[in-house]
């Protein structure tokens, strides 16, 4: 090989070409069981209590037993199709009732249940698009799952729901980052899951611990392409013999609705070495488990839309209008932080940190937040619009937002504790709090969007009070703007970078440190 031959060149630029076909490859926004028959849900009737209520802000109260009406909410609110939009650039879009990276929705719902009001027990997938259940396995499957998630109390629960994850729906745009995407999606699921559940009375409990390969099995996924990632279990244990696990036959494993995905060994060897494969290691794995029970924090009392309204009018911010939002919008969004997360792992791992760019009363810069105390300590002081700007990517969503909430993670501290799954953990607590995030804004009448970010970057500018820590996701919150597009955005630290690069310099303002980090 030597100069002379092109090979190389043209190899590459014909593999690393975007054209329509790429778009062909696009893999399929829904899962779909072609030899299954559908099995119509009611129209869910939209959630009435108030959102910040439903985030936490009392507790939650018993309503009574879960019944078709009840499962109808709880998925339609946390992952159904709210409605289309026909674009002329793209075509129809859907939006789906929480946040996804890219509206790309890597994350399934299925329900495995005993007999409830109006619904048989059995395996069931969600079927978005069609509002739709496809039942996989007739009969309890309840005491599977008990067993699976060594906790008992599973088996007579009136209902499980779990969740997986079409890796390669994030992966075909984000690559091998597209694994983070799948949790943050995952989480903002479960934050639209825990509000509805509150709202419904039924308590709801997260499970991130269980053995992978048998909760694959009574889904009949195929654990590589799609995997379990949690367990969500809904209502009150009964007080009757739980059911016994049985005998798993094989199932129609759905179409998910693509061929031939580019693997991506990071990920791929991430999710096997997070597995747990027995009872013993799930039961070693599971933390302290956080209860529901415990007193909410003191929301400032603001009113707030129906959760319902909240979900079904929710969208990503494009821009925002650097303009403030009030002192009370902004404590009433961070005391939704402190509400307990009720989850195996403890839902303890994750700490906001925030760049305050206009919230009335509060002066500009850069803050910690304590979820246990719910006390906003100032790090340091002064205008960093530029700053978040940068750290976001550099997106003007960023520099424009009232305030950026940080979730970061000791994450040494975490993969400690719960070894390589506590990764996931990790990620999935940063989504919900995200989602809650989400939720919270839109029903104040505020903007909210995720961004990617410059992991090392924003833990140097947080530092020295976030040394060591990872930052998991992030969320931009403030006021929309119009018209809602986004508007490109360079920093000057972008354009010093460069210059600097260049050998020029002169009297221009110097990089800051945290800039270059590592």
């Known amino acids: 090989m030597s100069n002379g031959d092109t090979?190389?060149?043209?190899?590459?630029?014909?593999a690393t070409k975007l054209s329509y076909i790429n778009l062909l490859t696009k893999p399929h926004l829904y899962k779909s069981y072609p030899g299954l028959p559908k099995i119509p849900l009611p129209q869910a009737?939209?959630?009435?209590?108030?959102?910040?209520d439903a985030l936490g802000r009392v507790p939650v109260a018993n309503h009574g037993p879960l019944d078709l009406q009840g499962v109808a909410q709880l998925l339609h609110y946390s992952a159904g199709l709210i409605r289309k939009t026909l674009l002329a650039t793209s075509g129809e879009v859907h939006y789906r009732a929480a946040a996804s990276a890219g509206a790309l929705y890597p994350i399934e719902l299925y329900l495995v249940c005993g007999d409830l009001p109006g619904l048989a027990a059995g395996v069931y997938h969600f079927a978005p698009a069609d509002n739709a259940l496809t039942r996989l396995r007739a009969g309890d499957f309840r005491g599977n799952l008990a067993a699976a998630a060594a906790d008992d109390s599973l088996a007579s629960v009136p209902a499980i729901v779990v969740s997986t994850a079409v890796f390669w729906r994030s992966a075909w745009k984000y690559r091998t980052r597209g694994y983070r995407y799948c949790f943050w999606d995952n989480g903002t699921v479960l934050s639209n899951l825990l509000a509805t559940a509150q709202s419904l009375g039924q308590p709801a409990r997260i499970l991130g611990g269980f053995i992978d390969i048998e909760v694959d099995r009574i889904l009949g996924v195929d654990s590589e392409q799609e995997a379990s990632t949690c367990l969500v279990a809904l209502g009150e244990a009964e007080a009757v013999l739980p059911s016994e696990p049985k005998e798993l036959s094989p199932i129609d494993p759905g179409d998910l609705g693509f061929n031939d995905p580019i693997p991506y060994p990071e990920s791929a060897l991430l999710h096997l070495e997070a597995r747990l494969d027995s009872a013993q290691e799930v039961s070693e794995w599971r933390g302290p488990e956080q209860t529901s029970e415990a007193t909410p924090p003191a929301f400032p009392d603001l009113g707030s839309t129906p959760l319902g309204e909240a979900i079904a009018q929710?969208?990503?911010t494009r821009r925002f209008a650097r303009e403030p939002i009030s002192a009370d919008q902004f404590w009433t969004l961070l005391a939704a932080l402190s509400t307990k997360i009720p989850a195996d792992f403890g839902g303890g791992l994750v700490d906001p940190y925030i760049i305050v760019n206009a919230v009335d009363g509060l002066t500009p810069g850069a803050y910690h937040y304590s979820r246990e105390s719910e006390r906003l300590s100032l790090l340091k002081e002064g205008e960093s619009r530029e700053e978040a700007g940068h750290l976001c990517f550099?997106?003007?969503l960023g520099a424009d937002a009232s305030a950026v909430v940080f979730f970061l993670v000791d994450l040494?501290?975490?993969l400690r504790r719960f070894g390589n799954r506590g990764y996931r953990a990790a990620?999935?607590?940063a989504g919900i709090l995200g989602g809650k995030m989400y939720l919270g804004a839109h029903s104040l009448g505020l903007g909210a969007t995720g961004m990617t970010f410059f992991d090392d970057a924003v833990t140097a500018f947080f530092s020295p009070h976030a040394a060591g820590k990872s930052l998991m996701f992030l969320v931009g919150l403030g006021r929309t703007g119009t018209p809602n597009r986004v508007i490109p955005f360079r920093s000057k630290y972008g354009?010093?970078?460069?210059?600097?690069a260049r050998g020029a310099g002169g009297g221009r303002r110097p990089v800051p440190d945290w800039l270059y980090s590592n």
Do not use: I
């Open 394 to 396: 550099e997106q003007a």
């Open 427 to 429: 990620q999935l607590e």
């Open 314 to 316: 929710r969208g990503s």
């Open 45 to 52: 009737e939209s959630p009435e209590m108030l959102t910040l």
């Open 495 to 500: 354009v010093l970078k460069d210059s600097l």
């Open 412 to 414: 040494e501290l975490a």
């Open 7 to 14: 090979q190389a060149a043209r190899g590459f630029h014909d």
